[in-house]
């Protein structure tokens, strides 16, 4: 049996904090994930990972640019670390 959805228990909030926002080329993102991976015996500092999908701008016929969606060639996963258990992100 798969152990890791068997034991469950609530985490309390330990901050907010932005990794990613739309900007003017990023206009598309879905399915984040973040995972916590441990520094183990060598003392290293906890590094969190996050990853997702995101998709770039879509021009319009007209000009003006619209939201992307899911599915476009130019859509990608991306990926960003913080070693100050998420305070900051490196850039994606």
Known sequence: PNM????TRSL???MFNTVFS???????AHMASLVKLNGG???KKVLFAAAWQAA?????HDGSV???????DSQRIL?????????SWTQH
């Open 4 to 7: 890791a959805f068997e034991k």
């Open 12 to 14: 309390p909030v330990k």
């Open 22 to 28: 739309f900007s003017k080329r990023w206009r598309y």
């Open 41 to 43: 015996k060598l003392g």
């Open 56 to 60: 770039p701008a879509v021009q319009a």
């Open 66 to 72: 619209k939201l992307a969606v899911e599915g476009l």
């Open 79 to 87: 990926i960003s670390f913080s070693n100050d258990e998420g305070v």
